[in-house]
T-cell receptor, first 115, second 113 residues
């Protein structure tokens, strides 16, 4: 079945440690996104990528890093510089950035807890 | 800055009441507009989308939305809600200029049986 897989579903880390969240898609989509979901704040865009080997900062990129070495993979690293990393992280992809084809499909999310 | 704003954070309705959730987006050139729903414990699902053409779009489960360009709005409506519509609803805009998909803050809808 085609879809977006985020792993793990729950992740615990000690403060000061970097952690990488996985996002893989087998939909052959060009564009991929990372969002952070906090109660009352909706989904805030962290990073996005329109094509392999290219990515742009979203609205809250500080303390995060990404890579897009393969079309199907867009891992997110939460670094120790992120002041409030405990959150629910959602990965999404869309077929392309052409205006007619930008519907996003979402993974199940990763809940990160930093203690 | 490109942004999406949802007016209501939490809406409480009784079954059979009519629903309208507000959504405004900032100007940023060509935009595609979406409404997504997140049922408790589930991932986001697309309710409906607007790319061009008829500004009144119909989605799944009896939802519809109207694109009003002059008001930069894309409000979601349903004539008669059901208890099963209890969920969080997100408005989103894809800005062709820059390729960003921006979401609003979300509106939590609680429907009382």
């Amino acid at each position: 079945d085609g879809g977006i897989t985020q792993s793990p579903k729950y992740l615990f880390r000690k403060e000061g440690q970097n952690v990488t969240l996985s996002c893989e898609q087998n939909l052959n989509h060009d564009a991929m996104y990372w969002y952070r979901q906090d109660p009352g704040q909706g989904l805030r865009l962290i990073y996005y990528s329109q094509i392999v080997n290219d990515f742009q900062k979203g609205d809250i990129a500080e303390g995060y890093s990404v890579s897009r070495e393969k079309k199907e993979s867009f891992p997110l690293t939460v670094t120790s510089a992120q002041k409030n990393p405990t959150a629910f992280y959602l990965c999404a992809s869309s077929p392309s950035v052409e205006v007619w084809n930008t519907e996003a499909f979402f993974g199940q999310g990763t809940r990160l807890t930093v203690v | 800055a490109q942004s999406v704003s949802q007016h209501n954070h939490h809406v409480i309705l009784s079954e059979a009441a009519s629903l309208e959730l507000g959504c405004n987006y900032s100007y940023g050139g060509t935009v595609n507009l979406f409404w997504y729903v997140q049922y408790p414990g589930q991932h986001l699902q697309l309710l409906l989308k607007y790319f061009s053409g008829d500004p009144l779009v119909k989605g799944i489960k009896g939802f519809e939305a109207e694109f009003i360009k002059s008001k930069f709005s894309f409000n979601l409506r349903k004539p008669s809600v059901q208890w099963s519509d209890t969920a969080e609803y997100f408005c989103a805009a894809f800005y062709n200029q820059g390729g960003k998909l921006i979401f609003g803050q979300g509106t939590e809808l609680s429907v009382k049986p």
